[in-house]
């Protein structure tokens, strides 16, 4: 069975600073993992993902990802956070030889202030 | 091209009356799914479907809750006789096929559905 878990509910940064989100995974099998935001009112949008191949994954707005094998993690990334940044933040994981349907966390929303 | 669209977007209903959602998928998308997204719980996973298979209704939380998909397109999650704890966001994805494990998921806006 495959399980993410999302540290923090809320994060709250200042327009500008590092963003940082927690996402660790569990699964007995090579994973696939993926985030995904959502704007209010908006359904859910990919930011990236990981498949196969390099570790380090740019996605759009500038976002981007490190999977980390030994430390079954996934956390993602932005240099410095924009006001539009402002959303809730999915992570999931599929993997081969478990379900199709890929297992989401619970998210983080990320408050930036001005 | 066109998103996934879902109707209506607010739906407020009473306490035992049925409802119906409505999720219109990518056109050529064969994988569709429901979720449930309730106030910091995450999303839910309710039910799928790939192509004219039987769904996955593994999810569903009771038999007051049923899905169709009607000739592999839209499809219509339905509530009968709701209660309060039904109240959430209901979120339709599609995707290219239910068999692949790094094809990414198109989200709807959701139904915001609110039993009072």
């Known amino acids: 069975a495959q399980s993410v878990t999302q540290l923090g509910s809320h994060v709250s940064v200042s327009e500008g600073a590092l963003v940082l989100l927690r996402c660790n995974y569990s699964?007995?099998?090579?994973?696939?993992l993926f985030w995904y935001v959502q704007y209010p009112n908006q359904g859910l949008q990919l930011l990236l993902k990981?498949?196969?191949?390099?570790?380090l994954v740019k996605g759009i707005n500038g976002f981007e990802a490190e999977f980390k094998k030994s430390e079954t993690s996934f956390h993602l990334t932005k240099p410095s956070a924009h006001m539009s940044d402002a959303a809730e933040y999915f992570c999931?994981?599929?993997?081969?030889?478990?379900?199709?349907?890929?297992?989401f966390g619970r998210g983080t929303s990320l408050i930036v202030h001005p | 091209g066109a998103g996934v669209s879902q109707s209506p977007s607010n739906k407020v209903t009473e306490k035992g009356k049925d409802v119906e959602l409505r999720c219109d998928p990518i056109?050529?998308?064969?994988?569709l799914y429901w979720y449930r997204q309730s106030l910091g719980q995450g999303l839910e996973f309710l039910i799928y479907?790939?192509?004219?298979?039987?769904?996955?209704k593994s999810g569903l939380p009771s038999d007051r809750f049923s899905a169709e998909r009607t000739g592999g397109s839209v499809s219509t999650l339905t509530i009968q006789r709701t209660q309060q704890e039904d109240s959430a966001v209901y979120l339709c994805?599609?995707?290219?096929?239910?068999?692949?494990?790094?094809?990414?998921?198109?989200f709807g806006p959701g139904t915001r559905l609110t039993v009072t």
């Open positions: 056109s050529g998308h064969t994988a």
């Open positions: 479907f790939q192509g004219n298979s039987a769904p996955d």
């Open positions: 994805a599609s995707s290219l096929s239910l068999y692949s494990f790094v094809d990414e998921q198109y």
């Open positions: 990981y498949t196969t191949g390099a570790t």
């Open positions: 999931a994981v599929s993997a081969s030889g478990g379900s199709y349907i890929p297992t």
């Open positions: 699964s007995s099998v090579p994973p696939y």
